[in-house]
């Protein structure tokens, strides 16, 4: 079945850009989702992209997708404290089913 | 606005006892899931319904069994909780589409098994 990986924990200062990253095994997939989820709370979806896209911006959020290399990051501009969370990056893929990868804990120091 | 909603925040039981979680949706959903979420692990996939009484394993059904009378209600039962099944869970809900769809996720229930 599908693996997805990502790092398990990301430190930055507030101000600084942040990088998440998550790697995936299967190229049929077809679009690719980030979602954060808070402390004690659930997820809520950050952005997704489509797997025929090579970038995705949204404010502050930048999607990068190499289908080649199956690499997907997700970078955060100007982190704040409140963007301290746990990152899951989701891949769809047969059967239209989520794979989700173990999740990166990104603090954020002031 | 899209709720799921689950019965408990947090729920602690004794080893040997039958737990009940249960997760309403107000949005029509076709589909329902329900994960359990370790450090490291991310979330894991115990079993999802894509309809009124239908049900399909995850990767990880072993001592679980669910429940899906109605439309909007998903339960997960654990028949004779162990101490190895204290997690968080989850439970999300997402429309019957084919391609993009956004899973939308309920706050969760932490169990503790003792």
């Known amino acids: 079945g599908e693996d997805v990986e990502q790092s398990l924990f990301l430190s930055v200062r507030e101000g600084d850009s942040s990088v998440i990253n998550c790697t995936y095994t299967d190229s049929s997939s077809t679009y690719l989702y980030w979602y954060k989820q808070e402390p004690g709370a659930g997820l809520q979806l950050l952005t997704y992209?489509?797997?025929?896209?090579d970038m995705k911006q949204d404010q502050r959020l930048t999607v990068l997708l190499n289908k080649k290399d199956k690499h997907l990051s997700l970078r955060i501009a100007d982190t704040q404290t409140g963007d301290s969370a746990i990152y899951f990056c989701?891949?769809?893929?047969?059967?239209?089913?989520?794979?989700f990868g173990g999740g990166t804990r990104l603090m954020v120091k002031p | 606005d899209v709720k799921v909603t689950q019965s408990s925040r947090y729920l602690v039981k004794r080893t040997g006892e039958k737990v009940f979680l249960e997760c309403v949706q107000d949005m029509d959903h076709e589909n329902m899931f329900w994960y359990r979420q370790d450090p490291g692990l991310g979330l894991r996939l115990i079993y999802f319904?894509?309809?009124?009484?239908?049900?399909e394993k995850g990767d990880i059904p072993e001592g679980y069994s669910v429940s899906r009378e109605k439309k909007e209600r998903f339960s997960l039962i654990l028949e004779s909780a162990s101490t190895n099944q204290t997690s968080m869970y989850l439970c999300?809900?997402?429309?019957?589409?084919?391609?993009?769809?956004?899973?939308?996720f309920g706050p969760g229930t932490r169990l503790t098994v003792t």
């Open positions: 319904s894509y309809d009124v009484k239908m049900k």
């Open positions: 992209i489509f797997s025929n896209m």
């Open positions: 989701a891949v769809q893929g047969a059967g239209n089913m989520l794979t």
């Open positions: 999300a809900s997402r429309p019957r589409l084919a391609g993009l769809y956004e899973q939308y």
